[in-house]
């Protein structure tokens, strides 16, 4: 959900995206970290654990923790709280350690 | 290679600061951001400051990062690279930049390290589990991209960034079910707390988290008392429905590169974590190499920018920017900080940074 009547802030968004979500279609602002686009949209398990397949959400929301990795038009371990939203992105739940080897 | 003669890393307060003052007094300053935009956490503070008038006192933290932003811009001496994350330091003085998905190199005479700190965690059953944040993430995602983060909320930790965030999130109409603190008392300051009680916040204090539970995210946390030993009463186990939990237990320094450089750290409890010893002037146990804000020592944004001032000054010294404001401006910085660090809060600070200044 997003917030419309802040009593101090206002939201400057660029133009609605659409992306997909596990094939699933999705909007969001163009520019905004993936990660808020996707929580907007009541996603909240980003990820699978590597060893325990826990499911993962974000933790930092800043770049720093790593929590949020997950696939991105194909390519493994990007951290969605900082990647900014582009029209017509892949983004897929990331299970596993991501193998950018076999990408190429 | 870009060349400059100071690299200043990280552009929240700290860094700002660092870049303004090292410029103004001469220097060519490359300010290296790793985020699109400058201002650091400055930018999701909403709240007004406090402290004096060179502090910006009653400013909110949003509105200073924009006025310490164009104050950047103003200096023609200053070279801004957003989007740049700096991965490595090299004994020649030369940094790896990662910038649109491209590597370059940065050479600088001088360095003011400024990567700020991360968010702490907190050991119990379950805290991976989705819906169990930083409370300054959660600040991030409200604040900065304007979406909520949960409909009710558990906050871990009344220190300031708890008690802050809590009353942030009334503000963007989040419920707040509680607020628990491990210790006996409040550490942020009462007023905000004052203002969260009144706004129908219980802020539980001798209380800490048990577990939290939830099939693939957070459903609630069970949370019991401590004695006067920190240990856990069984039976005062209370259980709180919630859709996320925020831990605001404390910020740790971002040293890494400060590690890499080869700067001589310690770790001082009061300061947060790993610290460098550093010289009255911020410069490290590597010549040249200074620190500022809260890689230097988790404390907050106010007396981040007075110390990204007393860096960039010292480091502009280093290179021969010294006329006759220089004393002045630099004997202000430190009577600052002296007066920011002079109650009650100030003590812990004082009391950490007497092990690593040399
Ligand atoms: C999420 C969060 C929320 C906070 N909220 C509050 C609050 O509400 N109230 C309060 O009083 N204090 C708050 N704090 C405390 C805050 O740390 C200080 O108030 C102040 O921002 C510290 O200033 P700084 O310049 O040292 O660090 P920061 O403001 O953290 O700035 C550091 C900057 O360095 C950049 N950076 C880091 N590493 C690199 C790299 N390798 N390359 C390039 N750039 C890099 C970061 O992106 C960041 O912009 C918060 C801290 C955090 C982490």
């Not at chain 2, 969260?196 to 219980?202: F, L, Q, Y």
């Amino acid at each position: 959900m997003r917030i419309e009547d802040h009593p101090i802030l206002t939201y400057p968004r660029r133009r609605l995206v659409t992306f997909t979500f596990d094939g699933q279609e999705m909007t969001g602002y163009e520019g905004e970290p993936i990660a808020a686009a996707l929580h907007d949209a009541g996603v909240r398990v980003l990820r699978e654990s590597p060893k325990l397949h826990r499911p993962r959400g974000f933790y930092c929301a800043i770049g720093n923790c790593s929590s949020c990795l997950m696939r991105v038009d194909g390519k493994p371990n990007v951290r969605v709280c900082v990647e900014e939203l582009k029209e017509g992105m892949t983004v897929e739940t990331q299970k596993g350690k991501g193998d950018l080897l076999a990408e190429l | 290679m870009l060349s400059y003669e100071i690299a200043v890393i990280g552009g929240g307060p700290a860094g700002l600061c660092a870049a303004i003052s090292a410029a103004a007094a001469g220097a060519s300053v490359a300010l290296i951001e790793k985020d699109r935009h400058l201002g650091g956490q400055l930018v999701k503070q909403t709240h007004m400051f406090f402290g004096s008038k060179a502090q910006f006192a009653s400013t909110r933290g949003i509105d200073i990062a924009d006025i310490l932003s164009r104050q950047c811009e103003e200096l023609k001496n200053i070279t801004v690279l957003l989007g740049a994350t700096v991965l490595g330091y090299y004994d020649d003085q030369v940094l790896t930049i990662e910038q649109d998905n491209k590597v370059q190199r940065v050479k600088a005479d001088c360095l003011v390290v400024a990567t700020g700190a991360s968010e702490k965690v907190l050991p119990f059953p379950n805290n991976d589990l989705p819906g169990i944040y930083g409370a300054g993430a959660v600040q991030t995602l409200m604040n900065v991209y304007g979406v909520k983060p949960a409909d009710r909320v558990l906050m871990v930790g009344a220190g300031n960034i708890g008690l802050i965030v809590s009353y942030q999130l009334l503000q963007a109409h989040v419920k707040v079910a509680g607020i628990i603190e491990a210790a006996k008392h409040i550490g942020g300051y009462l007023v905000h707390a004052s203002k969260i009680r009144r706004a129908g916040v219980p802020i539980m204090t001798g209380y800490t988290i048990k577990k939290a539970y939830g099939e693939r995210k957070v459903e609630g946390a069970i949370v019991w008392q401590l004695d006067d030993r920190w240990q856990p009463i069984p039976g005062t186990e209370l259980d709180i429905p919630v859709d996320a939990v925020c831990l605001a237990v404390g910020l740790t320094p971002m040293g890494e590169l400060l590690w890499q450089a080869g700067c001589q750290m310690i770790y001082v409890p009061q300061l947060g974590g790993h610290v460098p010893f550093r010289k009255a002037t911020l410069e490290t146990t590597v010549p040249g190499i200074y620190v500022a804000g809260d890689v230097a020592g988790v404390e907050e944004a106010s007396s981040a920018m007075v110390e990204g001032r007393l860096a960039g000054l010292a480091a502009a010294r280093r290179l021969g920017y010294h006329n006759a404001d220089w004393e002045n401006k630099y004997q202000d910085a430190l009577q600052q900080l002296m007066a920011l660090r002079s109650g009650p809060v100030g003590e812990k600070i004082c009391s950490g940074l007497k092990c690593v200044v040399v």
